[in-house]
Structure formats: structure tokens, C-alpha cells
């Protein structure tokens, strides 16, 4: 079954400027809030459940963290997509409380139904596997080029977002 995910030029920030991760955290899910797409409980959340488990992922071409949290901080699903200036650190996603991967690419993922974040996860896994993709994606210049990008390799269609 095919997920129709809401990818809106609105949710994705490019050049973020940060200095760790709960920085990072903190300026995707202020955004996602100011948007309406989640409560103002996401924040905080998100950042509690990053300490606890964390979701970077040391992948071959480039790392990416997926941080997400529970759905009753939702109010509408969508993901954001934050390209960092410079790699930020995050912990291993089932790694030891030591391990740290540099991730330069954060999908954060604001979810209102349990069962669609594994499947958003499993078609996220295929872009992430994809080394063209990731470096167009690290490296875009617009807000649209990394929409466009995700939703060629993802195979979805954006609902109710700006192109």
C-alpha cells in the first residue's frame, strides 16, 4: 500500500545553521508548530525521545537522523526536511549511548497514525540508500529542488502543498 505523505515547502528549511542536535530539533519542530502541523507539546517531546532513542543512521553515501515522536503531538502528518550547513552529531539509532554518526540531512516525521510511520519509514530507507539522491538533496539550493527530489525517489504525491 502506497502512503501519500504531505511534503510542503513549508517544512523544509535549507543552510540550518546549528550547533547540536536539540538545536536542530528545536528549530524543526518550532517550524512544524508555527505551520499548524503539530501541537506545541512536539518539541519538547521530539527532543525527550531523541535522548532516549536515538535516530541517526550511518549510512554508505551519508548519514541522516529520522526523529520523530508519538502521535498525540500531531495534527497533521507530514515530514520536514532539514539540510544542515555544516554535520551535526547525532546518537546511532540500537547503537551503544557512546556511538555518534555526523548527519547532514534530518527527516523529522510528525505522524497522526501509528502504522504509517513504518512505512514511511521502509520507502525512506530506499531514498536514503540512494547516493545521487542524498547528495542532490545535501546540496540543493531551493526548498522546491529537495521536494522534488523526494517525492521523484518516493514515489509519492505532495497533498495540499505549495510547489
Known amino acids: 500500500m502506497e502512503v501519500t505523505m504531505l511534503v510542503d515547502e513549508s517544512t523544509i528549511l535549507i543552510n540550518v545553521h546549528a550547533k547540536h542536535k536539540e538545536e536542530v530539533l528545536q528549530l524543526m519542530s518550532d517550524n512544524l508548530v508555527a505551520h499548524g502541523f503539530v501541537n506545541k507539546s512536539f518539541t519538547g517531546a521530539v527532543i525527550a525521545r531523541e535522548h532516549e532513542f536515538p535516530t541517526g543512521l550511518p549510512m554508505d553515501g551519508m548519514a541522516v537522523a529520522i526523529p520523530h515522536t508519538d ?6 502528518k507530514t515530514i520536514s ?3 544542515l550547513n555544516e554535520p551535526v552529531e547525532f546518537g546511532v539509532m540500537g547503537g551503544t549511548a557512546s556511538e ?5 540531512l534530518v527527516f523529522m516525521l510528525a505522524m497522526e497514525e501509528a502504522h504509517s ?3 514511511i519509514l521502509q520507502q525512506l530507507m ?3 540508500q540512494n547516493n545521487k ?5 545535501a546540496y540543493a539550493t531551493s526548498k522546491r529542488e529537495i521536494k ?5 525517489h518516493l514515489g509519492t504525491e505532495a497533498k495540499g502543498g505549495r510547489c
Open 126 to 128: 530506499k531514498l536514503f
Open 71 to 76: 502521535i498525540e503531538h500531531v495534527r497533521k
Open 117 to 119: 510511520q513504518l512505512t
Open 133 to 137: 539522491a542524498m547528495t542532490q538533496l
Open 100 to 104: 555518534r554518526v555526523a548527519v547532514k
Open 148 to 152: 522534488t527530489v523526494v517525492l521523484d
Open 81 to 83: 526536511i532539514a539540510q
